[in-house]
């Protein structure tokens, strides 16, 4: 009887075994699909996001970068014009010295009266 015991209970785990792989393969090809449709779709929403994120910042930084790049524009424009004046102001100061070295040279040839 004990032969005939184990005998049994060996096809009834090899039953549950086979019926339990059914039922889980069963599961695993119904639940598979919407999970990887599910993972594709968070994947998506996350790539999406994160895209949005970066061209963000790039725009971000770009408008930085371009306000940046106008402020050194207008102080070099400011540096420039007052290069500019300074060296008109030099010019102008030069031409009057030599103007007064002109006199004085004219000055001292003509003879004075005494």
Same mark, same amino acid.
């Given at each position: 009887?004990?032969?005939?015991?184990?005998?049994?209970?060996?096809?009834?785990?090899?039953?549950?075994?086979?019926?339990?792989?059914?039922?889980?393969?069963?599961?695993?090809?119904?639940?598979?699909?919407?999970?990887?449709?599910?993972?594709?779709?968070?994947?998506?929403?996350?790539?999406?996001?994160?895209?949005?994120?970066?061209?963000?910042?790039?725009? %971000?930084?770009?408008?930085? $970068?371009?306000?940046?790049? %106008?402020?050194?524009? *207008?102080?070099?424009?400011?540096? *420039?014009?007052?290069?500019?004046?300074?060296?008109?102001?030099?010019?102008?100061?030069?031409?009057?010295? $030599?103007? %007064?070295?002109? *006199?004085?040279?004219? %000055?001292?040839?003509?003879?004075?009266?005494?």
């Amino acid at each position: 009887m004990s032969e005939q015991s184990t005998h049994t209970h060996d096809y009834r785990f090899l039953t549950g075994l086979m019926v339990g792989g059914v039922v889980g393969a069963g599961l695993a090809m119904l639940l598979a699909p919407r999970a990887a449709a599910e993972i594709k779709e968070r994947a998506a929403g996350s790539a999406k996001h994160l895209g949005g994120a970066v061209s963000e910042r790039y725009r %971000d930084a770009r408008l930085r $970068a371009a306000g940046a790049v %106008d402020g050194i524009a *207008r102080k070099g424009r400011w540096v *420039r014009e007052s290069v500019s004046e300074a060296v008109v102001r030099g010019a102008q100061a030069v031409e009057r010295g $030599a103007q %007064d070295v002109e *006199r004085l040279a004219t %000055d001292a040839k003509t003879p004075k009266a005494v």
